[in-house]
């Protein structure tokens, strides 16, 4: 499926394996990874490894997470879009928005853009009636983009696995 969408700025698309690698360098940035999971960065295997995992959902679900490039360079800048948040049980079901960038692509209003047209996907093209964000408290750029989205705080709850805390927030079709 070549499924695509543009925005003033970017393109989110599916992925590629020339992404593998500038993904990668994504994820080994523990300035990137500070708020994602435990902290860990991930190196190519790991990255690899999650793309074709984000791939795979596409395939089962028709939803998952794109790759985002700058539309001007046609440089990888990262990913937005939605994935099951398998990692935190007692929100299930649900689908999570989720956006991650490298550095240089910070503090420019790109996560933000890129997350509203997957929010916007999720809602209108998919029929989504409800999607759920997760951040860490102090995560605060991705808090402001959840409010940007629209997103209200639903709850606080702590990562099963790594017992840091967490914020959930949500967002509900209008009908």
């Known amino acids: 499926m070549a499924l695509s969408l543009r925005t003033p700025r970017l393109t989110l698309r599916r992925w590629r394996e020339d992404d ?12 990137v990874m500070r708020w994602i999971g435990d902290g860990s960065v991930r190196d190519r295997s790991q ?7 984000w791939e795979r959902e596409w395939e089962e679900r028709g939803v998952g ?8 360079s046609r440089q990888l800048v990262g990913f937005a879009g939605l994935s099951e948040p398998v990692f935190l049980p007692e929100i299930l079901p649900a689908m999570e928005i989720g956006w991650r960038f490298g550095r240089p692509y910070w503090g420019r209003g790109l996560a933000t853009e890129a997350a509203r047209a997957a929010l916007d996907f999720a809602l209108r093209d998919r029929g989504l ?11 605060v750029a991705s808090e402001r983009i959840m409010r940007k989205l629209g997103m209200r705080r639903e709850r606080e709850t702590a990562h ?5 805390p967490l914020r959930v927030h949500v967002i509900e079709a209008r009908s």
């Open 129 to 139: 009636g409800r999607v759920v964000s997760v951040c860490a408290p102090g995560n």
């Open 20 to 31: 593998i690698v500038p993904m990668a360098a994504i994820n080994s940035d523990p300035e």
């Open 65 to 72: 997470l794109f790759a985002v490039e700058e539309r001007t």
């Open 160 to 164: 099963p696995l790594h017992g840091v």
């Open 47 to 53: 990255t690899e490894a999650g793309i074709v995992a």
